[in-house]
């Protein structure tokens, strides 16, 4: 690099691979241009899709005029969200007996998803100083870059299995058994897992927490399309439940994002949530008080109004219900896009095995396409998907769908 006169030691750093992409799809001005790559809902247009039961909730908060709405929250965040967020997440219905169960939750609203993350890596690199962090390899990325801006280092365990596209459970349990220690913070996708769309079944989600308690492990949960992937919340959310209510004396940790699930991207609404085991619950009040220290040196409080409408939509049964079929209406979109390019390439006989595709779940699939497929798709189709091979289903319609098979078969008869 050129010396230049200055006190910074900077090198580039490579851009991120997600919204670069993203940037370069905007600047293409192809007409037939077509976006596989950011994981964010599309309608059948190829529109955003600011959700129905947001926009209602949007409305009567025009017609309310709070005065509140631009002030300050306090430093957790918004304390009716939190519980709200909670509850979403570990399927409490407002009765008694759960009272205990809730003490073990210390709950900070985050910047989103991602802040959540970040959030919690920090908050474990300071209080907890796990050895190493395991992801799955592969990840969504940005984990990386999360767990090494904390300074944690990083191991991965095998997720994927290339031959039959298939989730590894064997490689990721004796990896995880053999070679991780005691203490070490476990990152697990709760659900539709980014970027292969594989996850574990009950059973093997059983036994994964069976490790995690034996070899006192530290599990940590990022859950990004609760709702979004199955439509149900249950169903998205079995698996962080299961951990909860049956292994109490676990510590573990949840991210929670509501960028998906109520269509929320650029509100960055989400909630952090540690839980302690059941006999160090008068820890709680502690956890929450240094998770505040840690959003008070860097960003004072979450934004405001993404929780506003997340609580506009859950204190009403009309809002609630438009919600939940908004999630069908999105999980069901995405099924059907599958469906429909598995079937285009099947028609096509374009070489290879496809039912993967349809296989697996929620907002991706893992398409196995080379990185040089994936550059041929771009330059010769302007069709966007990330060097893994991970296309956004969303992406996809049944205008654009014909297009994308017809390309991917030439990429695949074509470009080894
Ligand atoms: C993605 O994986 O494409 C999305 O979750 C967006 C992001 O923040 O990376």
Redesign the pocket.
């Given at each position: 690099m050129e010396k230049v006169p200055t006190r910074l030691n900077v090198a580039p750093v490579p851009p991120d691979e997600?919204?670069a992409l993203n940037g370069a799809f905007f600047a293409d001005t192809h007409p037939q241009k077509v976006s596989l790559?950011?994981?964010?809902y599309r309608t059948d247009d190829g529109k955003p899709w600011p959700l129905p039961a947001v926009e209602k909730a949007e409305k009567q908060l025009a017609e309310e005029n709070d005065l509140m709405r631009h002030e300050y929250t306090a430093i957790e965040g918004d304390v009716p969200f939190l519980k709200i967020a909670r509850d979403l997440m570990f399927g409490f219905e407002g009765k008694a007996s759960e009272e205990p169960a809730k003490a073990r939750i210390a709950s900070v609203q985050t910047v989103a998803g991602?802040g959540a993350n970040h959030l919690g890596a920090l908050f474990l690199a300071h209080h907890m100083k796990p050895r190493n962090v395991w992801l799955s390899n592969p990840s969504?990325a940005?984990h990386m870059t999360i767990w090494e801006l904390a300074g944690v280092p990083r191991k991965t365990y095998p997720y994927y299995h290339a031959a039959t596209r298939s989730f590894d459970f064997d490689g990721m349990m004796s990896t995880l058994e053999n070679d991780a220690e005691e203490g070490d913070a476990v990152l697990l996708h709760a659900c539709a897992h980014?970027?292969t769309g594989l996850d574990p079944n009950k059973e093997q989600w059983i036994a994964i927490a069976d490790l995690c308690e034996r070899k006192k492990l530290f599990p940590f949960f990022d859950s990004?399309y609760q709702g979004f992937a199955s439509g149900s919340l249950e169903e998205d959310a079995w698996a962080v439940r299961y951990f909860f209510d049956n292994k109490p004396d676990m510590e573990m940790c949840v991210a929670q994002s509501f960028?998906k699930n109520m269509g929320l991207y650029g509100q960055r609404t989400g909630a952090f949530h540690y839980i302690t085991n059941r006999s160090a619950t008068s820890i709680r009040d502690v956890v929450v008080n240094n998770l505040c220290h840690l959003i008070r040196g860097e960003f004072s409080m979450g934004p405001r109004i993404g929780c506003t409408i997340v609580k506009k939509i859950m204190s009403s049964e009309e809002l609630t219900a438009d919600w939940h079929n908004d999630l069908q209406v999105m999980s069901s979109r995405i099924k059907s896009m599958r469906e429909a390019l598995y079937n285009e390439l099947v028609r096509l006989k374009t070489p290879g095995t496809w039912e993967h595709i349809v296989e697996q779940n929620g907002m991706f699939s893992y398409t196995g396409l080379t990185p040089k497929q994936v550059y041929a798709l771009k330059d010769k189709y302007h069709v966007y998907l990330l060097k893994s091979g991970r296309a956004?289903i969303s992406g996809l319609s049944q205008k654009n769908v014909a297009y994308v098979a017809l390309a991917i078969d030439d990429v695949v008869r074509n470009v080894l």
């Open positions: 997600i919204f790559g950011v994981g964010v991602t969504w940005n980014n970027p990004a960028s956004s």
